[in-house]
């Protein structure tokens, strides 16, 4: 089963990534620490000084407790020194206890101290870290609006301040916004800006740890959106770079081999899934163990270890290395119970299940993939509020009502001037002229909304009546359908009839051949019409539900299909439930279903193939599997085979007759039903078609079924 997978874009791990910001922190000018400037005191950098030495031991509970206290004692904190304290307090519940709401008071008061800057530069510097600060609160609250603006006030700063610095974290940000959201290549162009802006501030600045690390990560984040974007030799040219990068720069930072060590590993991890895509699997696996070996040490980056031992467990499944696929799991559940790790989590499961897909545990591995499903249900669910919104039409509001701001200051200033030479007789003219002008510019302006409004009108009546239009044309082809299917199947039955008779019939080999040859087609062209009023009916006649014992009814499409699959040489297992379990249902569309799975398990398995039906009872719920070992469905055709009249189409491996409607009805069933079906395939190996049904609910109180929620499978 071939399912979509999150990615993430490479950060630094949590204890590194908070370290380099609070080397930021104590970033500040030395040689001016007069408080009347608001610069940072001897006192205040002792302090910091000090608790980054804590921080740095792995302790850092421990440092915001010194850093708390001793703040405490400062006797004339300035404006930095508290803009400072702030920042420290924030950055540890922010990034490192994900306290959001906390973080975001911090950030609030970073603000409220940035507001009070006596110069410019302390302004420029403070203001824009202060939202971005504030804005990666909102974010994570997923207050998506509020963080955007954020975002735009620290860019502002940083365009109109000339803050480089500034300008690098925005586009950062930017690029990290269009990766989630999946626009790669609008993702690549924002780092690549960031960069250069770093690249910018390195060479005007003392080189320092925290420029050079951005730096790199910014080299294989642009690795990334060029592996996603299908780019691959791209993605291998920037993914080289940040190796190279890490290479030239390492001698500069003797002490930071740790850190250093755990970049190579996460570029090593982000590599190996572009050599997948090029199909070079033992390259892939060779980098994988490389990053594994790295941060799965203890005080690495075990996070980025345990997504690439889900890429390596992908792998080890596709390459059909089943034994050491169940060892990594194995492993990498001991750690999971250990480092949390949701995306990690939900991967973990969707192994397993395969894995026991391929050795025929069902049980086992519907279990597994239902707990996937639940996990990744949850997790697109939080990102689908992020894909929701419009960060470029957010960002060119705040833009335009900047514009606007500005105007409207420029306004109040014209008003003054005004105000002040109101004494002078010739300026009351003016003043009365410019107000008729505008008068009548606003009297333009709205006629000319109002014409606007009248077409708006105008195309919404075209449009609803084209509506209309569609769908008595939609009705309209379906009762010719009907009718059309229902004219042909008399004289089309009265064919096939006629030729079964004849071909009972003496007549020369090469007459009965082409007898038996009318008389396939005439039974084919039947079964044809009747899926096809079968599908034109389901919408419009309601299920006679009724409650059906669900063992007997499968037991009952199984027999009486145990003939035809004796046809082919094939044998069909059967594994029910301990107990009858009752489902309100329609018998005859769901026996339709199930009868339909299994004949096509029949179709497309080999003479002499064996087929697995099983029910059980899961989480409230009756799924019944049909598995075969037959050619199973390509991944192109994967997205089609439910959709009526789909060229997934294949013929039997004998040759049988497809028409691409089966699959298509039994969708329309099972939604009808309030269930559920899905499949598993793989090319060459086999198929196993799911389908899932809620259990009778009747002898429950109808109170309590209202506190209840089933979730769907």
């Given amino acids: 089963m071939k399912l979509i997978k999150a990615h993430r874009v490479k950060i630094l791990t949590r204890h590194v990534w908070l370290y380099a910001f609070l080397i930021i922190l104590v970033s500040c000018d030395k040689k001016n620490t007069r408080k009347d400037t608001g610069e940072y005191s001897d006192e205040y950098l002792a302090v910091q000084t000090q608790a980054d030495k804590i921080w740095a031991q792995n302790k850092i509970d421990e440092s915001l407790h010194f850093m708390d206290s001793a703040f405490r004692r400062l006797p004339n904190p300035t404006i930095n020194d508290r803009f400072r304290f702030y920042a420290f307090n924030y950055l540890y519940y922010q990034k490192l206890k994900f306290n959001f709401d906390k973080g975001l008071l911090y950030a609030d008061s970073m603000l409220a101290m940035a507001k009070s800057s006596v110069t410019p530069k ?18 994570e609250l997923k207050q998506f609006t509020d963080a955007y603006q954020s975002y735009y006030q620290g860019y502002l700063t940083g365009k109109n301040y000339v803050n480089l610095r500034a300008l690098a974290d925005y586009t950062y940000r930017m690029g990290m916004i269009m990766y989630k959201k999946g626009h790669y290549k609008l993702a690549a162009n924002y780092f690549k800006d960031s960069y250069k802006n770093n690249e910018t501030e390195h060479l005007n600045a003392k080189p320092d740890f925290v420029n050079f690390y951005r730096r790199q990560e910014l080299l294989d984040n642009i690795g990334l959106s060029y592996k996603h974007n299908n780019e691959n030799d791209s993605a291998i040219v920037y993914f080289d770079k940040a190796l190279k990068f890490i290479e030239e720069n390492a001698r500069y930072f003797p002490d930071r081999k740790l850190h250093l060590d755990m970049a190579r590993g996460v570029v090593y991890g982000n590599m ?46 596709a390459t059909h290395q089943d034994d050491l696929l169940y060892n990594l799991l194995g492993n990498l559940r001991n750690q999971l119970d250990t480092v949390k790790n949701p995306d990690a989590e939900a991967d973990y499961y969707r192994l397993l299940g395969n894995y026991y897909v391929k050795k025929n545990e069902l049980k086992k591995a519907i279990t597994h993939i239902q707990r996937y499903n639940v996990l990744k249900d949850s997790l697109l669910q939080r990102a689908s509020l992020l894909m929701e919104t419009d960060v470029n039409q957010q960002l060119a509001n705040y ?33 009365v002229f410019l107000v008729y002008r505008n008068w009548k510019r606003s009297k333009k302006d709205v006629q000319t909304v109002h014409v606007l409004n009248q077409q708006i009108n105008e195309q919404n009546s075209i449009l609803e009546k084209a509506l209309n239009e569609l769908n008595v044309s939609s009705q309209e082809k379906d009762r010719i359908l009907r009718t059309v299917a229902h004219d042909l199947r008399n004289p089309i039955g009265g064919i096939a009839s006629l030729t079964t008779m004849m071909a009972a019939d003496d007549y020369t080999e090469d ?124 991944d192109k055709l994967k997205d089609q085979v439910f959709n009526m009249f789909t060229s997934a189409q294949r013929p039997g491996t004998s040759g049988e007759k497809s028409f691409g409607l089966g699959l298509s009805i039994c969708s329309q069933i099972m939604e009808k039903h309030n269930g559920k079906i899905w499949f598993e395939s793989d090319a060459n190996i086999g198929t196993t078609f799911f389908i899932s049904l809620r259990l009778a609910r009747h002898n429950i109180p109808t109170d309590l079924l209202q506190q209840v929620s089933v979730p769907m499978a």
Avoid: C
Wanted: net charge negative; charged share 20%.
């Fill in 399 to 431: 833009e335009k009502q900047h514009e606007i701001d500005t105007l409207s200051n420029d306004n109040k200033l014209q008003v003054i001037y005004l105000y002040v030479s109101i004494f002078f007789a010739v300026m009351a003219l003016i003043i």
């Fill in 122 to 139: 302390q302004y420029s510097m403070n203001f824009a870290e202060a939202n971005f600060a504030r804005g990666d609160s909102y974010f």
């Fill in 272 to 317: 190996s899934e572009t050599y997948v895509q090029k199909g070079l699997n033992a390259e892939a696996i060779a980098l994988l163990k490389k990053s594994i070996a790295i941060n799965l040490q203890k005080g690495y980056d075990n996070h980025d270890a345990e997504l690439s031992e889900v890429k390596l467990g992908q792998l080890y499944l």
């Fill in 511 to 634: 007459q009965k051949e082409l007898i038996n040859l009318v008389k396939e087609t005439s039974y084919n062209s039947l079964e044809l019409i009747n899926e096809i009023l079968e599908a034109t009916n389901l919408t419009s006649v309601e299920l006679n539900l009724e409650l059906v014992e669900i063992n007997s009814l499968v037991s009952n499409s199984v027999e009486l299909l145990r003939f035809k699959a004796a046809e082919k040489g094939q044998t069909i297992l059967l594994e029910t439930l301990d107990k009858q379990q009752e489902l309100h249902i329609s018998r005859e569309k769901i026996w339709r279903v199930i009868s339909n799975l299994i004949s096509n398990a029949i179709k497309f398995s080999p003479t002499s193939g064996t087929i697995y039906v099983k029910v059980a009872e899961i989480n409230g719920k009756i799924i019944i599997a049909v598995k075969d070992n037959g050619i199973g469905i390509p």
